[in-house]
C-alpha cells in the first residue's frame, strides 16, 4: 500500500463486534477470562491495549518497521531504547539534540553506569575519527535546534562496522518526508507529540524496530517498567496520523515561505532550514529525505531581540513544542535548551538571540504580517 493509505488505514480493521470504522478507545484496565489460562489473548491492560497496539501497527508500517511500541511521552520511548545499554557500556549522541534527551543520559542514565559523550555527527568521516567504539549511537537530524543534517547511511554503516545499533529520532521529519529504517538505522524514536499526532493534544512516544531481538526486548520493557501510552492518546495520535499526509506537504509549503521570508530581513542574522541551496547539509538532505520540513531556526543577535519578537507576534504562539497544526515559536536558550549551561549553549551556538519556529497549517500570508508585527518591534 502506498504511504498516505496506510496513514489511513494501516493497523486498523472495522471493529468486529460492531463494524465500527474508528478503532474504539478500548479504555478498560482487565478482561474477563474463562478459566485458569483461558482467555481471549488479553489479560491486562498495561500488557495489552488493542487501541494501543492498532496505533503501534499504524506507526511500525509509516516507518517501514516490522514492530512498534508506544510509551507515555518521547522521553519514555527513549529511556525504554536505552534500556538496550548496560552498565559500563558507552553510547554515543549528536551534540546537537533535544535537551530533554541530553538531560535524560547526562543526569539520569549516568547514574547508572551508562557512559556519554557528544559529538558532532553532522560529518560522518569526521565522526568517525573522533567517536572511539560505542554500543549505541543517537542521532537526530536535522538537529534541534540548529537545523544540522547528519548522514543517516553513513553513520549507520559506522556503527555497524562495531556491531553498534543506530538510533534516529525522527521527531522533526516525521516518516511523510524521511524513513531511517530504510538508510540503515535500527530503531526510530519518535515524540509523537509533535507531527504524527500533529494537533497538540496529547503528549506520547514510539519506538520502532526492524530486529525481532530488539522487538522482544522492548515489548518486555514497555510491560516491565510500564510507562505505557494510555488508550485515549493511542486514539488521538491515530486519527492524527490519518491526516499525516495531508498536513505535511503544507508544512512544508509554509516553512519554505517563511524561511525565504526570514531571510530577507536586515534585522535577522541567520536562519538556519536544510531547504536553502546554500546549507551545509542540504544535499545530503535531499538524498535521504524527500522534503525539508517546517522546523527554522533564526537568529536575532540578542535576547532582547529575541523577546521583543516573542512578545508582539499574536498568530505565532510562544510555547514549548512543535509540529502542531498551529505554529508554534519558541525560544531554545531558556526552553527546550534551558538544562544546558551558557558555556555549554555557547560552545553549541544556540545563542540567546536564538528562536525556533514550527511553521503550522495556517494562510502562510497571516504568518508572515504576523511575523512582520513582531520584527517591526524588534
Ligand atoms: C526532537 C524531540 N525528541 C524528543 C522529544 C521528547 O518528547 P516528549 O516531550 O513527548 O517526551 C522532543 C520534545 O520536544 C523533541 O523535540
Redesign the pocket.
Known sequence: MSFATDCIHAGQEPDPTTGAIITPIYQTSTYVQQGIGEHKGYEYARTHNLTRRSLEKNLAALEAGTDAYCFA????A?QAVLSLVKQGERVVCSDNV?G??WRLFTKVLSRYGILFDFIDTSDAAAFEKQAGSFKLLWI?TPT?PLMKVCDIAALAAIAKKQGAILVV?N??MSPFFQRPLELGADIV?H????FLNGHSDS???VAVVKDAAHAEWLKYVQNAAGAILSPFDSWLVLRGTKTLALRMPRHEENGRTVAEFLRGQKKVAKVHWPGFTDHPGHAIQKRQATGFGALISFDLGSRDAADRLLRHVTLCSLG???GGIETLISHPATM?HAGYSQPERDALGIGDGLVRISVGCEDADDLLADLGRGLAAV
Do not use: W
Open positions: 511521552s518521547g522521553l519514555a527513549t533535544y530533554g534527551t537526530e534541534n529520532d521527531t522533526f524514536v515524540s509523537t507529540t509533535k503528549v506520547g512516544g514549548e513544542s512543535l527546550t
